[in-house]
């Protein structure tokens, strides 16, 4: 039974959503397993253009089941109008399923998240505002209410009756806010419970029957690797770990079971929001970068940052992850450009180094050291075979793979799912 899970091995956007699709094709089971509307992935096939920022992306294919995991914090809100959406385009969602125990995102998440970035002026992390951070401080504070809790009404409204005599504590003694209504966010739950309450389930059976059939089984990470609380860039980071360790966790399927984990990589890279970001371009080359590949949050619509590839940040990710197998996307970006820079080590304080540090202050001080490599300067969006790539451009791809110390499986040269070149073997 192959279970795979796909990690964006950067700052998040590497197309995970495509790289995800495209593999749902022949999966039986696409499980999200973190993160919440805060991520957004775009997903272009025959049907047209999506924006998801909830649905898993096997919910194109027909056959595959769907699963929001325990990981995934949830605006009902938020997902109901994606449901509608994906409907109202002759998507069938029959198939999709949210765990029981997955955390909702409550309206004083959302209030708490903006009145704590403006508190923190100048700290301010660059959130996106949605609440994540706030769900998630509640799911391991044991304030928290999952998708299986409103589906008993009286019981629910006990529990947030508790909850909300704390919160609105907070919101009128510390932030001077008015308090929030009880009947109004209990009716209003109330109602998600009634929309969603089809969808909402234990999950576990599903994934044990699966895997007792030998089902393929795609595990969808959310944001990318530098943004895990633990090993990114602390504290610019999400609020869930993007990691393959927490594939498991936020699933359900057990550490065993995983048989492969693909890291996705843009062919450079890209940040939103503020944090180290040792490779960006303050100038026309990453303004350029920026125009081509439409680098704009799928979730917020900010301008991201753009930069060259960061093999330092890519090796230290593969290594946290345990990568079997690499996948290369936006490569066709990178079309025009005469030269080409990868970053190979950084230099900090005067001093050479091939590590990430761990202290952020650090980070924020490391200089890129770059390897100049030839651009190919033409179009490779319509090849599908590796060796029909200019030499150029597989020599670039070369120097990453031997870089980040991980086999390339898959490369992308265009935002459509056919336009993807296979290496290898995922699994």
């Given at each position: 039974?192959?279970?795979?899970?796909?990690?964006?091995?950067?700052?998040?956007?590497?197309?995970?959503?495509?790289?995800?699709?495209?593999?749902?094709?022949?999966?039986?089971?696409?499980?999200?397993?973190?993160?919440?509307d805060?991520?957004?992935?775009?997903?272009?096939?025959?049907?047209?253009?999506?924006?998801?920022?909830?649905?898993?992306?096997?919910?194109?294919?027909?056959?595959?089941?769907?699963?929001l995991?325990?990981?995934?914090?949830?605006?009902?809100?938020?997902?109901?109008?994606?449901?509608?959406g994906?409907?109202?385009?002759?998507?069938?969602?029959?198939?999709?399923?949210?765990?029981?125990?997955?955390?909702?995102?409550?309206?004083y998440?959302?209030?708490?998240?903006?009145?704590?970035?403006?508190?923190?002026?100048?700290?301010?992390?660059?959130t996106?505002l949605?609440?994540?951070?706030?769900?998630?401080?509640?799911?391991?504070?044991?304030?928290?209410?999952?998708?299986?809790?409103?589906?008993?009404?009286a019981?629910?409204k006990?529990?947030?009756?508790?909850?909300l005599?704390?919160?609105?504590?907070?919101?009128?003694?510390v932030?001077?806010?008015?308090?929030?209504?009880?009947e109004?966010?209990?009716?209003?739950?109330?109602?998600?419970?009634?929309?969603?309450?089809?969808?909402?389930?234990?999950?576990?059976?599903?994934?044990?029957?699966?895997?007792?059939?030998?089902?393929?089984?795609?595990?969808?990470?959310?944001?990318g690797?530098?943004?895990?609380?633990?090993?990114?860039?602390?504290?610019?980071?999400?609020?869930?770990?993007?990691?393959?360790?927490?594939?498991?966790?936020?699933s359900?399927i057990?550490?065993?079971?995983?048989?492969?984990?693909?890291?996705?990589?843009?062919?450079?890279?890209?940040?939103?929001?503020a944090?180290?970001?040792?490779?960006?371009?303050?100038?026309?080359?990453?303004?350029?970068?920026?125009?081509?590949?439409?680098?704009?949050g799928?979730?917020?619509?900010?301008?991201?940052?753009?930069?060259?590839f960061?093999?330092?940040?890519?090796?230290?990710?593969?290594?946290?992850?345990?990568?079997?197998?690499?996948?290369i996307?936006?490569?066709?970006?990178?079309?025009?450009?005469?030269?080409?820079?990868?970053?190979?080590?950084?230099?900090?304080?005067?001093?050479?180094?091939?590590?990430v540090?761990?202290?952020?202050?650090?980070?924020?001080?490391?200089?890129?050291?770059?390897?100049?490599?030839?651009?190919?300067q033409?179009?490779?969006?319509?090849?599908?075979?590796?060796?029909?790539?200019?030499?150029?451009?597989?020599?670039?791809?070369s120097?990453?793979?031997?870089?980040?110390g991980?086999?390339?499986?898959l490369?992308?040269?265009?935002?459509?799912?056919?336009?993807?070149?296979?290496?290898?073997?995922?699994?």
């Amino acid at each position: 039974m192959p279970a795979i899970a796909i990690i964006g091995a950067q700052w998040g956007d590497e197309g995970k959503g495509k790289i995800v699709d495209r593999l749902s094709q022949k999966a039986d089971v696409v499980v999200r397993y973190s993160g919440g509307d805060n991520a957004g992935h775009t997903v272009v096939n025959k049907r047209g253009e999506f924006k998801l920022h909830l649905t898993p992306s096997g919910i194109f294919t027909p056959g595959t089941t769907s699963i929001l995991g325990n990981g995934v914090v949830i605006n009902p809100s938020v997902l109901i109008k994606e449901i509608e959406g994906l409907n109202s385009r002759g998507i069938d969602t029959s198939r999709l399923y949210i765990s029981d125990r997955a955390h909702l995102i409550m309206p004083y998440h959302v209030l708490f998240d903006g009145l704590e970035e403006e508190a923190k002026g100048d700290a301010a992390i660059g959130t996106t505002l949605k609440g994540i951070g706030p769900v998630y401080c509640d799911k391991v504070g044991r304030l928290g209410i999952r998708a299986g809790d409103i589906l008993d009404k009286a019981a629910f409204k006990k529990q947030l009756a508790g909850v909300l005599k704390y919160k609105n504590a907070l919101l009128t003694g510390v932030f001077g806010k008015p308090p929030l209504s009880l009947e109004d966010i209990y009716q209003e739950y109330c109602g998600y419970a009634d929309r969603l309450g089809k969808y909402i389930c234990d999950i576990i059976p599903i994934l044990e029957e699966a895997i007792k059939n030998n089902k393929v089984i795609l595990m969808e990470g959310a944001q990318g690797s530098m943004l895990d609380p633990d090993f990114g860039t602390y504290p610019f980071v999400t609020s869930s770990s993007p990691l393959s360790g927490n594939a498991c966790l936020g699933s359900g399927i057990n550490p065993s079971q995983l048989t492969a984990v693909i890291g996705i990589f843009k062919a450079y890279c890209s940040r939103v929001g503020a944090g180290p970001f040792p490779t960006e371009l303050k100038d026309a080359t990453g303004d350029l970068i920026r125009e081509t590949g439409h680098e704009y949050g799928t979730t917020t619509g900010r301008p991201r940052r753009c930069g060259w590839f960061d093999a330092v940040v890519s090796r230290f990710s593969t290594k946290i992850n345990g990568f079997t197998g690499a996948a290369i996307t936006r490569l066709d970006i990178l079309d025009t450009f005469p030269k080409l820079n990868i970053c190979t080590a950084y230099k900090l304080d005067g001093k050479v180094i091939d590590y990430v540090p761990g202290n952020t202050a650090a980070m924020f001080r490391c200089e890129p050291v770059y390897e100049e490599i030839d651009g190919w300067q033409c179009n490779v969006s319509d090849i599908r075979k590796y060796e029909d790539l200019p030499l150029a451009a597989r020599r670039y791809l070369s120097r990453i793979e031997e870089l980040i110390g991980c086999p390339i499986k898959l490369i992308s040269v265009g935002k459509h799912a056919d336009q993807t070149i296979e290496v290898g073997k995922l699994h």
